[in-house]
């Protein structure tokens, strides 16, 4: 079971990146999806989470207004559209699976969250 993140890279203030996480080895589609980051120096943080039909997303404030959670089950993926990207922004960026099949809510606690990808580098200079 493999979830691959990707889409990271270095980009301006006020630019925009769109990260991927594609999921290998099993089918995520019943699972809620959650994104995390972990910057510099500090604890990994919820970023945004999308339940597993896609019905409701979640969104740290920090970043509500700017990022866009999004997930085709088709293709086993899920997205996370960031504009707006600030330096503060600048973090590793983790996608991760609910351990828990069908739940009808995004959970931002990290425990919930079995199955974690690698992580991708977003930098965003000013």
């Known amino acids: 079971v493999q979830l691959q993140a990707s889409g990271g890279g270095l980009v301006q203030t006020g630019g925009s990146l769109r990260l991927s996480c594609a999921a290998s080895g099993r089918t995520f589609s019943d699972n809620g999806m959650g994104w995390f980051r972990q910057g510099p120096g500090k604890e990994r943080e919820f970023v945004a989470g999308i339940t597993w039909g896609g019905e409701n997303a979640v969104y740290a404030s920090s970043v509500k207004g700017r990022f866009t959670i999004s997930r085709d089950n088709a293709k086993n993926t899920v997205y996370l559209q960031m504009n707006g990207l600030k330096p503060e922004d600048t973090a590793v960026y983790y996608c991760?699976?609910?351990?828990?099949?069908?739940?009808?809510?995004?959970?931002?606690?990290?425990?919930?969250?079995?199955?974690w990808g690698q992580g991708t580098l977003v930098t965003v200079s000013s």
């Open positions: 991760a699976a609910d351990s828990m099949s069908r739940r009808t809510y995004v959970n931002s606690a990290r425990l919930v969250y079995g199955y």
